[in-house]
Structure formats: structure tokens, C-alpha cells
């Protein structure tokens, strides 16, 4: 009885042993598995962001060969029809072919404005410098610049709520805002639209609403209105990025602001824009 009992105090040791050999190796494979997970994981990230940096790059060359070759032709034949015309020429002709020139050296300038834009954005290097100024003169004068761009019989509608105050702000960022979505709303509306402009100054907060009667932003494409390089379907005749919307709300977002929108396609839309009234003091990004 001693020596079986002692043999089956052996057996339960060496069978606690491979227990205990099994249970670490048993631990060992889930954690092999678990980073085995976690590498799928990350390579599962690594592919969908390249996915998504390609989708970029692709978006980005198509538009940017539109965007670039559209003037660039307007801006050749222009100036091979006026090396055609005669001194004795009508004035009106070559007056027409410069304006159209004009026309699309603007186009471009605002192109590159935007890259250098997101190009400051994505590297961090946008200072925001605020000023004490008024409201009043600052919009008055906006309008002012903007009324010229605007299609034939529209007009600019303004709604004033206390503007006579002062704010504290970056007016360089602040007139991107405003005049995007301006420009937005006048381009996006057809000839002799109204656009209405309801600026509001709040003891704590500036208030912006600009609404336009034009093609509205189909339901489908909404989510993706902010992102870079997206365009609405519906806007693929019509000159654009598809950088604006994204610039202006990262800005306001810097100005420790929001915005939002509402639209209904074929009935317009309507942007808001809500940011604090003064910056505290000089933010460095």
C-alpha cells in the first residue's frame, strides 16, 4: 500500500506538472494569437489608409488637371484671338478676351490659395494673429469686394443684429470664412437668386447665416461635404476644388468655433457658423 501510494503521489505530481506546462503554453498561444490580432489590425489600418491616400491622390490629380487645364485653354485662346484682331479692331472685342483672362488668372489664384491653405493645415503652420476691429466696417466692406462677383440680378441680402459692437479676431481667417461661403452661394444659385446674410453679434459669440434658393446638396452626398477634394454630384459642371468647405471649417474650428448646414437639393441651403466673439489672446498652431 506505501509504494502504490507512493507511486500515485508521483503520477499526481508529474500529471500537475504537464498541467501546469499545458496552462503556460496555453497562455503563451493567446498571447501569440492576440498579437497576432493586433498585427492583423494595424496592417487592416495601414492597408485602408493607403486605400484612402490613394483615393486622395487620385481625386486630387483629376481635379487638379480640370481645374488647371479649363483656364489655362480660356486663357491661350484668349490671347491667340487677340494677336488676331486688327488695331482697328472694336475695343469690346479685345476688351471681352482680356476680362476673360482676367477671369481665369482669378480662378487660379484662388486654386493656388487653397493648396497653400490645406498645405499650411496639414503642416501645422497657420498663426492666428487676432485684432480688436468692428464688425460693421469689416462686413460693409466684404460685401463691398464681393457684389462684382456675383451672377446678373443677384443680390446679397443683409440681416444685422448688433454689428455695431467690436470683435476680437483673425480678420484674415474671418473673411476666408465669410467669403467662401458667399462665393458658395452665389455660385452654386442661378441668375437673379436672392441670398440672404444674417449676421448676428451675441455678448459671447458671432453669428453667421448665409441661405441661397440654388441647387441644394443631395441628401446621399451630405456626410462627405467637409472632406477634402469631395464634390456634390450635382456640381460636377461647375467650377470647384472641393477644398473650400474643408478649409473653412477647419479655420473655424480653430477659432474655437462650429458649423453646420441644412440643405434640400433643387431647394438651396443654408450654412452656420457660430465662433466665439473674442479670442482671448494670440493662439500659435
Not at 148 to 167: A, C, R, S, T
Not at 250 to 261: A, H
Amino acid at each position: 500500500m506505501e509504494e502504490r501510494t507512493s507511486e500515485l503521489e508521483i503520477a499526481v505530481s508529474k500529471l500537475l506538472k504537464i498541467n501546469q506546462q499545458l496552462e503556460h503554453e496555453i497562455q503563451e498561444r493567446m498571447s501569440i494569437e492576440e498579437t497576432l490580432r493586433e498585427s492583423k489590425e494595424e496592417i487592416d489600418k495601414a492597408l485602408k489608409a493607403e486605400k484612402e491616400l490613394g483615393a486622395l491622390k487620385s481625386r486630387f490629380v483629376s481635379m487638379a488637371s480640370h481645374e488647371f487645364r479649363t483656364p489655362l485653354a480660356s486663357i491661350l485662346s484668349s490671347i491667340e484671338l487677340i494677336e488676331a484682331y486688327s488695331q482697328a479692331a472694336p475695343h469690346a472685342k479685345r476688351d471681352k478676351h482680356i476680362n476673360r483672362i482676367k477671369g481665369a488668372v482669378t480662378n487660379l489664384t484662388g486654386i493656388l490659395n487653397d493648396f497653400l491653405s490645406l498645405s499650411k493645415l496639414e503642416e501645422g503652420k497657420i498663426h492666428i494673429n487676432p485684432l480688436e476691429f468692428p464688425l460693421s466696417d469689416f462686413c460693409h466692406k466684404l460685401l463691398d469686394e464681393l457684389k462684382p462677383n456675383l451672377k446678373p440680378g443677384q443680390i446679397i441680402q443683409i440681416e444685422q443684429e448688433n454689428v455695431d459692437g467690436e470683435v476680437f479676431h483673425d480678420p484674415k481667417m474671418l473673411k476666408l470664412i465669410f467669403t467662401n461661403l458667399l462665393s458658395n452661394a452665389s455660385k452654386y444659385s442661378p441668375e437673379n437668386a436672392p441670398i440672404t446674410c444674417n449676421i448676428k453679434l451675441g455678448k459671447k459669440v458671432l453669428q453667421l447665416r448665409i441661405t441661397d434658393k440654388g441647387i441644394g446638396i443631395p441628401m446621399e452626398d451630405q456626410a462627405h461635404l467637409f472632406t477634402r477634394f469631395f464634390r456634390a454630384h450635382n456640381v460636377e459642371n461647375i467650377q470647384g476644388t472641393g477644398l473650400g468647405l474643408n478649409i473653412v471649417k477647419r479655420y473655424v474650428e480653430l477659432l474655437r468655433g462650429n458649423i453646420d448646414f441644412e440643405s434640400e437639393e433643387g431647394k438651396g441651403t443654408t450654412f452656420r457658423v457660430i465662433i466665439p466673439r473674442r479670442i482671448a489672446e494670440v493662439l500659435d498652431y
